[in-house]
């Protein structure tokens, strides 16, 4: 296999050339998509591929050498002053729009949005063409089957809004199963789902189905036990409806607003229309979850033997999670035991969605679900670690693009702390300081707010790591040995930069994948090192969040 780059402003791509596709070259425009061991497409969008079918006479003889040459040129110093160099307004990928470039930017795709210095080079151009990536990624493992359905209900703490929509998602497998792990949300005041989802794994109970509802969170109602009873009503009347063994065997997640109870006699109206499941993409059950998110987050990977790692995610406000995101389902058909399950989920939850953040908020019913059909064996526990590692990452990225009023992500490297704790503290407190998110909406690079902020959180902590620090923007450095660098030429690079990583937050789908690139280096020499995530602060944060409820 031979994996190219980005040729200059031909932004083509030669993605694999091996002995299953002899006499065929795929050329992608532009380079979108993953390639699997095997040859086989892994990952989407696929803005727009061809399959070029060569004369006989061009076998693998040919067309190995051409990849070569395609990466070989890639490489090559010319083809970088070709890609530093480029004009937006000339440079053009063939046959669709003008290519956007920024002076700092490596482009790659997936996880370059956690790589310093890198750009992912993901683009939308329509909410039809997003969706249909999702779902070219979403089909299901084997051994899983969906179902959704709508509901409408009145509030009884809030009548007076009339009726409301609800979705109830319900993610089904063959056979009840012991390969379930899960995090939950650390916040003092779980919602019940959460507390029946801890006890479940806690008394290592077998889940063949896991429920989801919106609209209504299910934390601290005015009943009796908490809305525990609410919950596992939900849970055994499904079980009813799916012949399942019992409603122990089904594990619940809702999201919503907190603090109202569950319309149970409505919801338990509308499991009927779950009987019938289907074996169809994951998309739907991606919608299906969504409260404020403006568009469904899906990713998937391929493992070996043919088994695939598919999951969903939720969540767009209240985002500063502590052992989960707000709601992530994922599901796989590798078999692996349970205590590898719970080791690698917990290991990728902490580097992922443990290192995102949109308002600093932890929400009270985070839930991250890993669950297998077990049905393939042979997957090496080391490839599935990895494909959970990049699937996870992939996913918080997406939350913070997605994140109620986000116009920017901001991505924050740390290094040299004394350790990785410090690292992502020194992170958190950047993407979470409202002065420098409110410069980064208005494409200001008030570079005084970022290095504040870095100065509190170090002198809070009693650090001594201020000595010697370094802090850049787009690559630019902005702050070393104690004083700014900065002149008009800079200031109107940096301003750029911004500039280049802003979308339009009304949008239905990602723009593109871009980030502001910060990095921070700290004077003490530590090996800690950490990557966040997180977003900028624009007055559609605060419509959003005015309007919640209504």
Not at 25 to 39: E, Q, W, Y
Not at 182 to 192: E, L, S, V, Y
Not at 255 to 264: A, S
Not at 439 to 464: E, F, H, Y
Request: include cysteine; aromatic fraction near 4%.
């Amino acid at each position: 296999m031979f994996l190219g780059d980005v040729l200059g402003p031909f932004q083509f791509k030669v993605d694999t050339i091996d002995d299953n596709m002899e006499g065929t070259m795929i050329i992608l425009h532009p380079a979108h998509a993953a390639v699997s061991h095997r040859g086989a497409l892994a990952s989407a969008p696929l803005r727009a591929m061809r399959e070029v079918e060569l004369p006989s006479v061009f076998s693998r003889a040919v067309t190995a050498p051409m990849a070569l040459g395609a990466v070989a040129l890639s490489r090559s110093a010319g083809a970088r002053r070709m890609r530093r160099n480029r004009r937006p307004e000339v440079v053009k990928s063939f046959p669709r729009r003008a290519a956007r470039a920024h002076a700092t930017c490596a482009c790659r795709a997936s996880g370059a949005e956690w790589v310093a210095g890198e750009q992912d080079d993901r683009e939308f151009q329509s909410e039809e063409e997003y969706l249909k990536s999702l779902e070219l990624q979403g089909a299901l493992p084997g051994g899983f089957r969906l179902a959704s359905s709508s509901l409408k209900f009145v509030p009884q703490e809030a009548q007076e809004m009339g009726e409301l929509p609800m979705k109830l998602t319900v993610i089904c497998l063959e056979d009840p199963t012991d390969q379930v792990a899960a995090t939950f949300t650390q916040n003092a005041f779980p919602g019940a789902p959460v507390k029946l989802g801890r006890q479940r794994l806690r008394e290592k109970q077998k889940i063949q189905a896991l429920v989801v509802n919106n609209k209504i969170s299910n934390v601290s109602p005015p009943d009796a036990d908490g809305g525990i009873m609410a919950s596992q009503r939900i849970c055994d009347e499904l079980a009813k409806n799916l012949q399942l063994p019992s409603g122990n065997c089904v594990l619940p997640s809702s999201t919503g607003v907190i603090g109202w109870r569950l319309p149970v006699d409505e919801m338990v109206a509308a499991l009927p229309a779950l009987e019938d499941l289907s074996s169809s993409p994951a998309l739907e059950a991606a919608k299906g979850i969504m409260t404020t998110d403006r568009y469904p987050k899906l990713a998937a990977r391929e493992l070996a033997n043919g088994a695939r790692l598919v999951g969903i995610a939720k969540g767009a406000g209240m985002i500063e999670p502590n052992m989960a995101t707000m709601l992530c389902f994922l599901m796989t058909d590798a078999k692996l035991s349970p205590d590898e399950m719970q080791q690698f989920l917990s290991e990728a939850v902490s580097e992922s969605f443990n290192a995102i953040s949109v308002d600093g908020d932890e929400s009270t019913s985070d839930t991250t679900v890993l669950i297998s059909s077990g049905h393939i064996d042979g997957v090496p526990p080391s490839v599935f670690r990895q494909a959970l590692r990049e699937l996870c990452r992939d996913l918080a990225a997406q939350v913070v693009r997605n994140g109620e009023g986000t116009q920017h992500v901001i991505r924050v490297t740390v290094k040299g702390a004394e350790d990785q704790e410090m690292a992502k503290k020194v992170g958190k407190a950047v993407v979470n300081g409202p002065l420098f998110k409110s410069a980064v909406a208005g494409n200001d690079p008030n570079v005084g707010r970022l290095i504040g902020k870095v100065g509190q959180t170090l002198g809070a902590s009693g650090a001594v790591m201020a000595e010697g620090c370094v802090c850049k923007i787009g690559g630019e450095t902005i702050f070393e040995d104690g004083q700014f660098r900065l002149d008009t030429e800079k200031e109107r690079r940096l301003s750029g930069h911004l500039k280049f990583a802003a979308a339009n937050c009304d949008l239905p789908y990602p723009e593109h994948r871009r980030v502001v690139d910060v990095e921070v280096i700290l004077g003490g020499g530590g090996s800690g090192t950490a990557v966040v995530l997180g977003s900028d602060l624009t007055t559609e944060y605060v419509k959003i969040n005015a309007d919640y409820r209504s």
